[in-house]
């Protein structure tokens, strides 16, 4: 292992910490990737994120291959699948953020009524179409919603954003994460107008 890729290993595992301790995250929910010599590193299967080591982290070539004693994510496809298809993409964060898994049970994406529509690249935030966990179908339909965007929703399951480095895609989870109390009050006070009105 290459001075580089230990440090990008330890980046992971600061990020899947940090996902806990923001808020954004709890238990082993949630996982984090990062492009490496033509594959990616990504969090292990079932490992709390206090116990991970840089050993445990798991690489996959870009085939679905992977190596090493521990699993990968059960979510590995949709992170293999975008360094597949945007090679601007070196680090993806998946999480079911409360915020954005209560406003992805509504099937809609968000409309640019708000500029933090912008973090996600593009006028609107789209949903991906509900698909079941871990499944060629999920992966298919959120490539789908990530068209000329770094970040989308899942319908009735959470948010995933990538970007050129682990902090930035952390970092838009984390703007997100802030934004989304706004939409939330405004989402009460105009008694779900903006979500129910036709699209
Ligand atoms: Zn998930």
Redesign the pocket.
């Given at each position: 292992m290459t001075t580089a890729e230990n440090q990008l290993r330890r980046e992971i595992i600061e990020t899947a910490r940090a996902l806990q301790s923001t808020g954004l995250t709890h238990g082993t929910?949630?996982?984090v990737s990062a492009r490496c010599n033509n594959g990616m590193l990504i969090t292990p299967s079932g490992v709390p994120y206090e116990d991970l080591e840089v050993e445990k982290i798991v690489f996959m070539d870009l085939e679905g291959g992977y190596y090493g004693d521990f699993l990968p994510s059960s979510?590995w496809r949709?992170h293999l699948d975008i360094y597949r298809t945007y090679e601007a993409a070196e680090a993806v964060v998946?999480?079911?953020s409360p915020r954005a898994t209560a406003l992805s049970t509504h099937n809609r994406g968000i409309p640019a009524f708000h500029y933090m529509v912008a973090v996600a690249g593009g006028d609107e935030i789209k949903c991906a179409d509900y698909a079941t966990?871990?499944t060629k179908a999920l992966s298919d339909a959120m490539i789908a919603a990530l068209e000329d965007r770094r970040a989308c929703l899942?319908a009735h399951?959470?948010q995933?954003a990538y970007g050129p480095s682990l902090n930035k895609a952390f970092g838009s989870q984390v703007k997100w994460k802030h934004w989304l109390i706004n939409i939330f009050l405004r989402w009460f006070w105009e008694n779900l107008r903006l979500f129910l009105q036709p699209r």
């Open positions: 929910s949630g996982n979510e949709m998946h999480c079911h966990f871990g899942l399951h959470g995933i």
